[in-house]
């Protein structure tokens, strides 16, 4: 039986394409908000990091009525890192809108989240956005998507897509460029005529496939899933079973039952076939799990996640400031608040150490880990990472593999030399060189992930923040030997106590400064960059002798050049293996992992 009252869409794109004002635009369009509320732009990104980065971290879900059709949304994610998000919310929707900026046309992530819908035989809707922007062409923009569509085997009826031409931004949609701008009503349309009615058969067994996980501090997991048979009600006893965990049949209750509408959660009592619902009550709900009557326990298979690449040590603080500025800073703290995060990411990996100060963190990228490192320390956390490093494996030889990703960079054409230079030093291979015949390159390379890390900072640099830089996952590869990853040394303060302008005066002479006059430091943290490749300690503390004929007035006349304040991502970035990032909600401090100097010499020699 199908579902005519309802279609099941998800939004997927390459990073800044326009998803989120896409989905602003059918919102405010069906009618969620009153003529006169006031609307946040990009209503659907709900953290904060997500509204100060301007991206989407997490999938949401939204519905919207359109001639007494209700349309259930998801919002994904563009950014590689984020890839599991967009892999789980697929196996909820009957179709999906493509969405490709009419100037950039196909990216990157547009293959990822396009080859992931085509696995699942979605019909596809290709919306092409942007077409307000000057340079937009998009005419060429089609072909470059039929191209992909044909490169990734799309069926013939996937090729047979539809194409709108849209200014998410402008608030319309044609379906031919040299229509009159109104609305977004072709899209609507589209949207109707183009993607499937759900299907399931409402008389048998009830299943559940629990794609994504929200949490609740009040009632903890909330797991949110398309009925696909059967109806699902208010304290109906179901039992939790999964496709690749054979021996798991659990017993549970549903307690409360929830469908979309606008951007809330609505209670109902009961769903049928094609609804998308989110149900609270079972205590160990996990994305995978399908919920199905007792006499029916026949679990829907679900496709594992892609694996991490990418590993961190999330260490407690030792330093000798530790303790005075974080909320929560003890192991215990540290260990429930990663496990905690394993309830909404998927793409996460925790794992207990040898010590109990220890843990190790796996995710997807350095984004994926630096935001929730961001969203620790605003939640009042203290505790210190070490360099991030990829994860090896070994094939059946017993060959060492890395994995490997596959980047598109985009810049001046002056520029591209430096950039090539750089990439080959961090080992990556040019694959393809094409210039758009207005000024600009696009340069595409297979290089190994541990040389991306640290790059981003120097990339915007020498690209004078022009360049584009665009990564994917390309798969695991031969590992292609050792990549140094940063050429200056580090300046190290040589003792306790508040920085001096007169120590720093002197120190400033060796490199960049991070740190300024009056600021706190400690033995063997790092309070610069050296101009050279070795280390050196210095005294910042120190202050000018005094005599008869020498002042404490004289020191006014010492100018220091301001001090480099680095973000979250440029410590990360800067941070070598041998150091640590000591993290609180005030402060970003770099130090050595041995803070004794003597100690660490010793440690040097014996490596």
């Known amino acids: 039986m199908k579902r005519e009252d309802i279609r099941n869409i998800a939004i997927i794109a390459h990073v800044d394409h326009g998803k989120t004002t896409l989905v602003d635009e059918l919102l405010k369009q069906s009618g969620v908000f009153r003529a006169n509320q006031a609307v946040a732009e990009r209503v659907m990104d709900s953290g904060d990091i997500?509204?100060?980065?301007?991206?989407?971290?997490?999938s949401k879900n939204t519905a919207v009525t359109y001639k007494d059709i209700k349309i259930n949304i998801i919002d994904t994610p563009g950014h590689a890192d984020f890839g599991g998000e967009v892999e789980r919310v697929l196996k909820m929707v009957n179709g999906v809108i493509l969405v490709v900026d009419a100037f950039e046309g196909s990216m990157p992530q547009t293959k990822f989240v396009l080859r992931k819908a085509?696995?699942?035989?979605?019909?596809?809707?290709?919306?092409?956005?942007?077409?307000?922007?000057?340079?937009?062409?998009?005419?060429?923009?089609?072909?470059e998507v039929l191209e992909l569509l044909m490169d990734l085997d799309a069926s013939d009826a996937q090729l047979d897509c539809p194409f709108v031409f849209a200014s998410a931004r402008d608030g319309y949609a044609l379906l031919d460029l040299k229509d009159e701008p109104k609305d977004m009503t072709p899209l609507f349309e589209t949207i109707i005529n183009s993607i499937p009615a759900p299907e399931g058969d409402p008389d048998a067994g009830t299943q559940v496939l629990i794609s994504t996980i929200d949490y609740n501090e009040y009632v903890g997991r909330i797991g949110v899933g398309k009925v696909d048979n059967g109806s699902i009600r208010v304290n109906q006893e179901m039992v939790m079973v999964n496709h690749h965990s054979p021996d798991q049949c659990k017993k549970v209750k549903i307690s409360r039952l929830y469908e979309f509408d606008g951007l809330n959660k609505v209670d109902v009592t009961e769903a049928g076939i094609g609804s998308i619902v989110a149900i609270s009550g079972i205590a160990d709900i996990h994305i995978g799990d399908t919920l199905c009557s007792p006499e029916y326990p026949l679990p829907i298979p679900f496709q594992k996640i892609s694996e991490p690449t990418i590993s961190m040590d999330f260490l407690v603080n030792d330093s000798?400031?530790?303790?005075?500025?974080?909320?929560?800073?003890?192991?215990?703290?540290?260990?429930d608040r990663l496990f905690r995060e394993l309830n909404t990411d998927v793409s996460l990996r925790v794992e207990e150490t040898e010590t109990t100060e220890r843990f190790k963190v796996s995710g997807r990228g350095e984004l994926h880990l630096s935001v929730l490192i961001e969203n620790m320390r605003?939640?009042?956390?203290?505790?210190?990472v070490s360099k991030a490093e990829v994860l090896y494996r070994t094939d059946e030889k017993g060959h060492k593999l890395e994995p490997m990703e596959r980047a598109y960079v985009d810049v001046d054409d002056e520029f591209s030399g430096?950039?090539?230079?750089?990439?080959?030093?961090?080992?990556?291979?040019?694959?393809?060189?094409?210039?758009?015949?207005?000024?600009s390159t696009r340069l595409e390379f297979l290089i190994p992930a541990r040389g991306?890390?640290?790059?981003?900072?120097?990339?915007?640099?020498?690209?004078?923040?022009?360049?584009?830089?665009?990564?994917?996952?390309?798969?695991?590869?031969?590992?292609?030997?050792?990549i140094q990853y940063r050429k200056q040394g580090s300046l190290i303060a040589f003792e306790a106590g508040d920085a001096i302008t007169y120590g720093l005066f002197n120190a400033q002479e060796r490199g960049a400064l991070f740190i300024g006059p009056g600021e706190k430091v400690y033995a063997g943290m790092v309070i610069g960059q050296n101009g050279k490749a070795e280390d050196i300690e210095l005294n910042v503390c120190k202050t000018k002798k005094l005599t008869n004929t020498r002042s404490s007035s004289a020191d006014e006349a010492l100018k220091l050049t301001p001090p480099r304040v680095l973000s979250l991502e440029q410590c990360l970035e800067f941070i070598d293996t041998d150091e640590l990032l000591e993290i609180t909600p005030k402060s970003l401090r770099i130090r050595k992992k041995i803070l004794d100097p003597t100690l660490r010499k010793r440690a040097s020699f014996n490596k």
């Open 50 to 58: 997500e509204r100060e980065r301007g991206i989407t971290i997490l």
């Open 118 to 143: 085509l696995e699942l035989s979605l019909p596809v809707i290709v919306c092409i956005n942007k077409i307000d922007r000057p340079e937009a062409r998009p005419a060429e923009v089609i072909d």
């Open 320 to 335: 000798p400031l530790a303790g005075r500025e974080g909320k929560y800073v003890t192991s215990r703290h540290l260990r």
């Open 378 to 384: 605003r939640e009042g956390y203290e505790f210190a």
């Open 418 to 439: 430096s950039v090539i230079q750089k990439l080959g030093e961090r080992k990556g291979e040019l694959l393809n060189m094409s210039s758009n015949g207005s000024g």
């Open 452 to 482: 991306l890390i640290g790059y981003r900072g120097e990339f915007l640099t020498d690209t004078k923040g022009t360049g584009v830089l665009n990564t994917i996952f390309e798969g695991y590869g031969p590992y292609k030997g050792d």
